[in-house]
């Protein structure tokens, strides 16, 4: 990711492009640190090097935030098989969501606006699972259970001890990390967002996302339809 994307940075100084979007969407990876959250680590070294070119006059950076995509995280806060929500934390914690077509939407719009660069924020929806569990009564007509698993403290443990163990096999612990760093506050999209800037994308909330959804996909791999 990280090579790649320097050859189309340099490309498009080379071509006399003005300005560059990096391969972002995503949560606000510079409040990381290198290392903390090992995914965000290839866009922090994009950043760097855009800063770097920018900072000589070759061209603009643009960066897009939209947090958490919608369609992603029911993998592992959903059981289908017992009807409930899962979570860490205290369940005030809230989630920000954006689906992948409105993220798609945002960023044709900051495409084609000139004026667009530097950092912009994005967010279809912000709530916890309380919240959650409650649209999903108002959609599905049902009411479902929530499972607390531990504090954010015992998640952080349980990540680090999940990768130590087996730092090859991302899948047994990157879903811990992106929880973790999705609602311990660290990564919060800086307010004011830039939602009303392009009044022409209509947001996806997490009750819209339901509506279209049937419920037993929820959980499912794969990309669900936003």
Known sequence: MVDGQKLLIDASIAEGVPRYIAGDWSMDFRKLELGQH????????????LEEKEAAGQLKAVHVLNACFLERPWVGIWDSKRNLFKYWGTGDERWEFTTYRNAAQFTAEVAVDKDAVGWFSFRGDHVNIKEIAAEFQTVYN?????????????LFKLMHQKRDQNPDNA?????????????????????????ERYPAVKLVTVRDFFAKTPKERLGKFGVLQS
Not at 143 to 154: H, N, Q
Not at 182 to 187: A, D, F, P, R, V
């Open 38 to 49: 090992p995914p965000k680590d290839p866009m922090k070294l994009v950043q760097a090097y």
């Open 142 to 154: 049902e009411e479902p259970g929530l499972e607390r698993l531990g504090s954010l403290e015992d």
């Open 171 to 195: 899948p047994a612990w990157l879903g811990l990390f992106y929880t973790y760093y999705s609602i311990n506050g660290q990564t919060t999209l800086p307010l004011p967002l830039d939602n």
